[in-house]
T-cell receptor, first 112, second 115 residues
């Protein structure tokens, strides 16, 4: 039972353009959704989150949108930079269970 | 504080051998998590501790796996009688309770290869 799905294993974008990473979930009990970024040979690092009662959260070049009725969220990166090339994990958290459930990840390549 | 440390970074072992990994969390963090990541997958939850108490174990954690966190500081994850299917990256994370979903800090992981 995959509670968090990222159906695009990879994405390539030109530098300066927008990157859109998509995520779908099945667990309607998630209280928060998070995006983590992972470089090779490093652990994932927290990027941005959104509460389940919000529909948008913005932090600099990164914006996360949540559509609860569709059980879908997306991460927008504008403008994309070569340093953004990494694997991005979408994740959900039920605060009552206090653990984060990760999707399989999308590998983003930003081409100079 | 240099973050979450995991040792060793890489481990190659023969099938049937026992292995033990260590995780040193951020010192003020009272929660510690173990995750496992296989190729093409996201991290999968294995178990977590609050202080020295192990509060939850995933069904992924068979009886060959055991984790401890004596005195609520570092943690060890032991795998007995390793199998090839145990080959994965084992990630440790720590957090401070009450910091919400932003608080996980991951280590760089231990990559286990069972031959």
């Amino acid at each position: 039972d995959q509670q968090v799905k990222q159906n695009s294993p990879s994405l390539s974008v030109q530098e300066g353009r927008i990157s859109i990473l998509n995520c779908d979930y099945t667990n309607s009990m998630f209280d928060y959704f998070l995006w983590y970024k992972k470089y090779p040979a490093e652990g994932p690092t927290f990027l941005i989150s959104i509460s389940s009662i919000k529909d948008k959260n913005e932090d600099g070049r990164f914006t996360v949108f949540l559509n609860k009725s569709a059980k879908h969220l997306s991460l927008h990166i504008v403008p994309s930079q070569p340093g953004d090339s990494a694997v991005y994990f979408c994740a959900g958290e039920e605060t009552s269970y206090d653990k984060v459930i990760f999707g399989p990840g999308t590998s983003l390549s930003v081409i100079p | 504080d240099t973050g979450v440390s995991q040792d060793p970074r890489h481990k190659i072992t023969k099938r049937g051998q026992n292995v033990t990994f260590r995780c040193d969390p951020i010192s003020e963090h009272n929660r510690l998590y173990w995750y496992r990541q296989t190729l093409g997958q996201g991290p999968e939850f294995l178990t977590y501790f609050q202080n020295e108490a192990q509060l939850e174990k995933s069904r992924l954690l068979s009886d060959r796996f055991s984790a401890e966190r004596p005195k609520g500081s570092f943690s060890t994850l032991e795998i007995q009688r390793t199998e090839q299917g145990d080959s994965a990256m084992y990630l440790c994370a720590s957090s401070l309770s009450g910091t919400g979903p932003y608080g996980y800090t991951f280590g760089s992981g231990t990559r286990l290869t069972v031959v």
